[in-house]
């Protein structure tokens, strides 16, 4: 026997590498320990909205990041899975139906199983702009149906329960939203952990080929249509799971979970976050989830901003927040990282000029179009202006433009910076 062969008897290896499984171990000591810096309710809330916003993202992306198909109506499965669940809440107050609330998620996410196996059996024959059109077709009907078919979508109402009248489990009954955030968090770590398991496995290894070649992959014997309806199949079960932890955590569902303008939300949370990476639809959907609570709190027109840095991702950064962040790893891993330090700090002040004074200008226009009569005065940034008096808007488009014509100056130095950051020398 060789030397080579008696070492590999005699050292164990580890079945599963410490490297995979630390940043698993971080994120759970993480999502343990933030309530301990939110803990109020607001925080909490938040943080809920945060996680399930995750989990479709992450069910969303198995669609689109590995499999390359692209749905404009992903969130009829979120939906279906959440209104089936408020079913069954339903069910358990009034006749008394034996179901643990931390069981729910699992039979949202087997009713989206159903409709994506139903669905998908037709809609999957064909990738492409064919199935966008299917899913758009699709998605519409479903939210249609949901103002007709009172009994199962409760009309423009909605449906709703009371999480509180299941049975306790280990003397929990989910009335604090502390406890609600516990169970989300676990159902998050757990579907999380599944859509990444399975990303690794034979079949999805397989969509990423259907995605990058489907003529290879079914040459090599494959069939195309089995491996993106499986692919779709278990985007609808999470995306199932992802309705009934909203379900749990609003006590509501009424047609907006299903609409187009959900199934709109989720794809421009899964592009502005990244599809090439599964951390991806993490970093989007915490992004957007904070624009969307945080930022509207104080500006009406948060919506202009979140559809101004989609555009800017899409034209400037095509892998999302999340590639941005991946191309520093090359110079990290050259140890050139230094080389950058200096021209990000002097082109961070005039950035940030250009960005404030954008937002000023957008906010007095805003606010000199909308505002009642009478209501002059208006708080930008601390500061109390009168939007109707042209001094604060010609002082607005000043710095704009000196700012743009300063950032415009540096970034060819930033641009050399960083070409020289990710030139590796080669050895003599």
């Known amino acids: 026997m060789s030397l080579q062969g008696q070492q590999s008897i005699g050292t164990k290896t580890p079945l599963i590498p410490i490297r995979k499984v630390l940043p698993w171990l971080i994120a759970c000591g993480f999502l343990l320990l933030l309530p301990q810096v939110f803990p109020s309710g607001a925080g909490l809330t938040i943080m809920n909205q945060m996680a399930i916003t995750i989990v479709f993202a992450l069910a969303y992306n198995m669609l689109l990041g590995q499999a390359g198909m692209l749905s404009f109506g992903h969130a009829v499965y979120m939906g279906l899975g959440g209104f089936f669940c408020m079913h069954l809440l339903n069910q358990v107050e009034y006749n008394q139906l034996y179901l643990p609330l931390p069981l729910l998620p699992l039979f949202g996410g087997l009713f989206g199983l159903i409709f994506a196996f139903l669905i998908g059996s037709f809609s999957t024959r064909r990738a492409g702009t064919v199935f966008a059109m299917i899913s758009l077709g699709v998605g519409e009907l479903i939210a249609a149906c949901s103002i007709i078919i009172v009994v199962f979508f ?108 959900t199934s709109g939300s989720i794809l421009l949370i899964t592009f502005l976050g990244g599809v090439g990476f599964f951390v991806g639809p993490v970093i989007g959907a915490v992004v957007f989830t904070l624009l969307q609570t945080v930022l509207s709190l104080y500006t009406e027109i948060w919506q202009l901003y979140l559809g101004i840095l989609f555009v800017l991702t899409v034209m400037f950064f095509p892998s999302g927040l999340t590639g941005l962040i991946a191309m520093h790893f090359r110079p990290w891993n050259l140890s050139k990282v230094g080389l950058l330090i200096r021209p990000y700090a002097k082109i961070a002040g005039p950035a940030l000029v250009l960005l404030f004074s954008a937002i000023a200008i957008m906010e007095i226009l805003f606010h000199a179009r909308h505002s009642s009569i009478g209501s002059e005065e208006m708080n930008l940034f601390g500061m109390t202006i009168n939007s109707h008096s042209p001094v604060p808007l010609i002082i607005a488009v000043g710095l704009l433009l000196i700012s743009f014509f300063v950032v415009r100056k540096l970034a060819p130095g930033l641009l050399d910076a960083w070409q020289d950051a990710n030139h590796q020398e080669r050895e003599t």
Request: proline share 2%.
């Open 154 to 261: 409760g009309g423009e109402e909605g449906v709703s329960g009371d999480r509180t009248m299941g049975p306790q489990v280990f003397g929990f009954d989910f009335a604090s939203q502390l406890e609600v955030y516990y169970l989300t968090a676990i159902w998050l770590v757990l579907a999380a952990l599944g859509m990444y398991l399975f990303s690794r496995t034979p079949m999805g290894r397989i969509a990423n080929a259907v995605r990058d070649n489907e003529e290879r992959a079914e040459f090599l014997g494959y069939s195309q249509r089995n491996v993106r309806w499986i692919s779709f199949c278990a985007s609808g079960f999470f995306c199932g799971i992802a309705g009934a932890l909203f379900a749990i955590n609003f006590e509501i569902l009424t047609e907006e979970n299903l609409n187009l303008a």
